[in-house]
């Protein structure tokens, strides 16, 4: 799965860390004075390095939780999101981490107390209000989980935290661990969806609809509460058809009635990354696509968009109650 492990030398003996390299007895063991060293020098490239990624296991030292855009929000209250793990096990040609990032090494901070400890105050700063913290923004929330653990930890504090909800964003069937645990009530488990031809096409590494569909009715059997995020919109001269039948697959086989929410957001990169990901994909159709540039930003021409939209939420209100859906578009 990994070329090398590169460790930090401040946490090379954390419990945490010796576990994880315990499971690859046979892959090379590297110490570096800080992930930085790896993870952003020069002259990468990061489709060819995509083939066999390396692991680095570091500490994050600060900024463990950060604002979140308003307009992304899923309820009332305040908005964060944190990123335990830099990159994605799966390959999403749209995916923004392919432009921010020059490497696509996979960087797992396991200093999990620290980014509890600010959860927890974060928490507290605004006790009559609820807090919803986002996972899953820089990586796939239980896609690593096997290895990670991430949720086997996380969920027992958001248990003991009445007032915060968290948001695992997902494209994985990682589900075992929380299968196996109790569901709690502010735990929202948000599964993104492209329809099937886009998915196949962009989606590479990504389980299946119809996998995903069936972690979503286990999940529900189980009691926990699932999303679905239509995040980005895609365009194809077909989308119309694509889209109603992802909405048809998904709908009549989930409970709508147990249905947390529903988002869609739009197509959308910061010009500097799309220009990063041209040169990685020049061929890519999906950049050859009707974009426009506007404020920094890459985006479809505003009538195709619009069309996107409005033809995708009246479909999607089709199926669910308004108060379930939460547009996060600009």
Request: with cysteine; hydrophobic share 40%; charged share 20%.
């Amino acid at each position: 799965m990994f070329s090398a492990i590169y460790i930090e030398e401040e946490i090379y003996s954390a419990p945490k860390v010796q576990e994880i390299i315990a499971r690859y007895p046979a892959l090379p063991r590297v110490k570096v004075g800080h992930y930085g060293e790896i993870f952003n020098r020069k002259a990468q490239n990061f489709r060819l390095q995509k083939l066999k990624p390396a692991l680095i296991l570091a500490k994050k030292n600060n900024k463990f939780v950060l604002p979140a855009p308003q307009e992304y929000s899923i309820g009332e209250g305040g908005h964060y999101y944190f990123s335990h793990m830099l990159n994605c096990v799966y390959d999403c040609r749209y995916c923004f981490l392919q432009g921010m990032y020059r490497s696509s090494n996979y960087v797992l901070f396991v200093n999990y107390e620290d980014f509890a400890a600010d959860i927890r105050q974060t928490v507290e700063t605004q006790p009559d209000n609820v807090s919803y913290f986002y996972s899953g923004y820089d990586c796939d929330s239980l896609a690593f989980e096997p290895l990670s653990q991430f949720a086997l930890y996380f969920l027992p504090l958001f248990r003991s935290l009445p007032n915060a909800v968290l948001e695992l964003r997902t494209k994985s069937t990682q589900i075992r661990s929380l299968l196996n645990m109790e569901p709690i009530e502010n735990c929202i488990v948000a599964f993104s969806f492209t329809p099937s031809i886009i998915s196949q096409a962009l989606e590479h590494k990504v389980p299946s609809i119809e996998k995903r569909i069936d972690a979503i009715k286990k999940l529900q059997q189980k009691g926990w509460k699932v999303g679905l995020r239509f995040d980005p919109l895609i365009y194809d001269d077909n989308y119309i058809a694509y889209y109603d039948d992802l909405f048809k697959s998904i709908f009549n086989e989930i409970n709508v009635d147990e249905l947390h929410s529903v988002s869609m957001g739009v197509f959308r990169l910061p010009e500097t990354y799309f220009r990063n990901m041209v040169k990685l994909y020049p061929h890519e159709k999906l950049f050859a696509a009707k974009l426009d540039k506007h404020q920094g930003m890459v985006s479809y021409q505003h009538a195709i968009e619009q069309a996107m939209v409005l033809h995708c939420e009246q479909a999607l209100l089709s199926y669910i109650p308004k108060h379930k859906y939460f547009p996060c578009t600009l």
